[in-house]
């Protein structure tokens, strides 16, 4: 594959991955997903996941799994070449992934004492890449194998942390979100 191709492949491959976390944000609120429960003397995960937001996110992400599959052959006619058709099992482990990804990791901030909203480099920013992707490939390897390619995997290691940092400074400056990260 030449280098762009690589990258709108990887782009295009986990939108339904990335789009689920900034639909939490925008749907995101009610009633806490571990219910206001402390471990210790902190949260569990805190007020920050929500399970309207994690549900929007989910379907966030599916409903924009099934719109690409529905707009793929155009696209990839325009492209002259191929971006990959979501199977629903695909769909789920993106989107359900980059969502449980993002409550393990507020998991892990609660249990290192960071309060909500605190910053936690390198997790913040890939935390829905290392469970979105071998979920997905628990849940639909074949398709897995067919487009996440070493060079794939690669290519969104590298792009993920970019496009994270890039939406949420916008979603922040747009008041959308209470910080940067
Ligand atoms: N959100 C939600 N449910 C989720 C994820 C996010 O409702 N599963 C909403 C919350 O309103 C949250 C906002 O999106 O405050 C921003 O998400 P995030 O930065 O992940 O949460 P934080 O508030 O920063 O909390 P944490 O420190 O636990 O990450
Ligand atoms: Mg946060």
């Keep these: 594959m030449a280098i762009l191709e690589t990258i709108v492949v990887a782009f295009w491959a986990m939108l339904p991955a990335y ?4 639909a939490a944000v925008l749907a995101g609120g009610g009633r806490p997903i571990d219910g206001g429960r402390t471990w210790g003397d ?3 995960l805190g007020d920050g996941k929500t399970w309207r937001g994690t549900a ?3 379907v966030a992400g599916v409903a924009l799994a099934a719109v690409l599959t529905v ?3 155009t696209v990839s006619d325009a492209l002259g070449f191929d971006v990959p058709r979501f199977e629903p099992l695909a769909a789920l482990g993106l989107a359900g992934g980059a969502m449980l990804g993002d409550i393990l990791a507020s998991f ?3 249990r290192s004492g960071r309060q909500r909203g605190a910053m936690f480099p390198g997790l913040d ?15 639909a390897t074949d398709w897995f194998l067919a487009w996440f390619t070493l ?17 949420n400074v916008i979603a922040y400056k747009l008041g959308l979100k209470n910080e940067p990260w």
């Design 71 to 73: 707009i793929e052959p």
């Design 108 to 110: 892990l901030k609660r």
């Design 125 to 139: 920013q890939l935390d829905f890449v290392v469970v979105s992707l071998p979920l997905t490939a628990l849940l």
């Design 151 to 167: 060079e794939v995997v690669l290519v969104v290691v590298v792009l993920t942390p970019i496009l994270h940092v890039t939406t």
């Design 42 to 44: 902190r949260r569990v």
């Design 19 to 22: 789009v689920p976390n900034n």
């Design 56 to 58: 929007m996110g989910i």
